[in-house]
């Protein structure tokens, strides 16, 4: 038999020991070095003989568990009133809330979720409010006048208004005008170059009742300046203007007249503040007067009225200007919900 060669013998033995050097062979090996957990969870102590993959499994599952906060060990249980609220839910195809959440809502934080939420409805207005009101206040309103319709006699007037508003748009009033009369170049030119004298009534004073309504109002802004607000009146009433006349010969006693009055009118307001407005219009005061007949012989002023004078239907329309005050000065709203 042949014995293998002393080479082939150490070969062999040096290949047993590195087997034995690399934890092959029984009884020799190294343990890995655990693998440390993330910091916001503590793994679970292991005995320090447990082997190397045991410790590593209990690091992994420790990291990925999340943490559980603590809960009450017992909920109380709902309500009569939250099992009916539940039911509306459920029959409107709203889902339940957990038990948990609906057990912490007390009757109290009920309560102030229901005032709050009444307090935030009445701040929702749909429409603006206006920003001025009328209702029950009194109008002071001083204005001054100039007739537009007469080209041989002219009439300025001074005069005021008091109107009360029952609602806020309607009012009642009570109108009085005094008036300066102004001959005019025409009539002169009339007179003498035509041989034409014209029968002129001029106007001493008027008094009148009116009523009032407003159907427009709104609001305008001009060059970004603070919105104003603004609305167009209609007028319309009876009265008495009193009336002379002016005799085409001096010798001549003038009479005078009380005409019965219907006044109409047209105007607009532009509210400057909560209490002052400055005002246009356009008047015409309707009137059944008397005038002088030409050839008029009787100086008698009582005889020439009732046997020398005509009745004639008369349109006095003039255009004011003038502002107005309303009292009180401030108002409340009082919005029905």
Same mark, same amino acid.
């Given at each position: 038999?042949?014995? !293998? ?42 005995? !320090?003989?447990?082997?190397? &993959? ?14 559980? !906060? ?31 959440? +609906? ?8 309560? %102030?979720?229901?005032?709050?939420? +009444? ?25 001054? &006048? ?12 001074? *005069? ?34 035509? *041989? ?67 006044? &109409? ?29 030409? *050839? ?14 005509? %009745? ?26």
């Amino acid at each position: 038999m042949r014995h !293998p060669p002393r080479s082939e013998i150490n070969e062999i033995a040096t290949f047993v020991l590195l087997l034995g050097a690399f934890g092959l062979a029984p009884g020799v090996g190294h343990a890995r070095p655990a693998r440390q957990a993330p910091p916001a969870t503590a793994a679970p102590a292991v005995a !320090p003989d447990a082997p190397a &993959a045991a410790e590593e499994g209990a690091v992994d599952e420790a990291a990925a568990e999340p943490e559980i !906060p603590d809960l009450p060990d017992e909920a109380p249980p709902p309500s009569d009133a939250d099992l009916a609220s539940d039911a509306d839910q459920a029959s409107q195809g709203a889902g339940r809330a957990p038990s948990g959440a +609906a057990a912490a809502i007390t009757a109290t934080s009920r309560e %102030a979720l229901a005032r709050a939420r +009444a307090a935030m409805l009445r701040d929702v207005v749909v429409v603006q409010r206006k920003a001025f009101l009328r209702r029950h206040r009194l109008e002071v309103a001083p204005f001054v &006048a100039s007739t537009i319709n007469d080209t041989l006699i002219q009439h300025t007037a001074f *005069g005021g208004e008091l109107n009360f508003f029952i609602s806020d748009i309607l009012a009642v009033g009570l109108r009085g005008a005094y008036y300066l009369r102004n001959i005019t170049d025409e009539e002169f030119y009339v007179r003498y170059h035509f *041989g034409r004298v014209p029968s002129l009534n001029k106007y001493s004073w008027e008094a009148t009742g009116n009523f009032s309504y407003i159907p427009i109002w709104g609001k305008l802004t001009l060059l970004n300046r603070p919105i104003l607000h603004w609305d167009v009146w209609l007028s319309g009433g009876v009265g008495v203007t009193r009336t002379e006349v002016i005799p085409r010969d001096f010798v001549n006693e003038p009479f005078s007249n009380y005409s019965l009055t219907f006044p &109409a009118a047209i105007g607009a307001r532009l509210y400057l503040t909560r209490w002052m407005a400055v005002q246009v219009a356009l008047r015409d005061n309707m009137m059944l007067d008397r005038l002088e007949q030409p *050839g008029r012989t009787l100086p008698d002023a009582a005889e020439a009225k009732a046997k020398q004078s005509d %009745a004639q239907f008369i349109n006095n329309v003039f255009a004011t200007v003038g502002v107005s005050f309303f009292l009180p000065t401030g108002f409340s709203y009082t919005s029905p919900r």
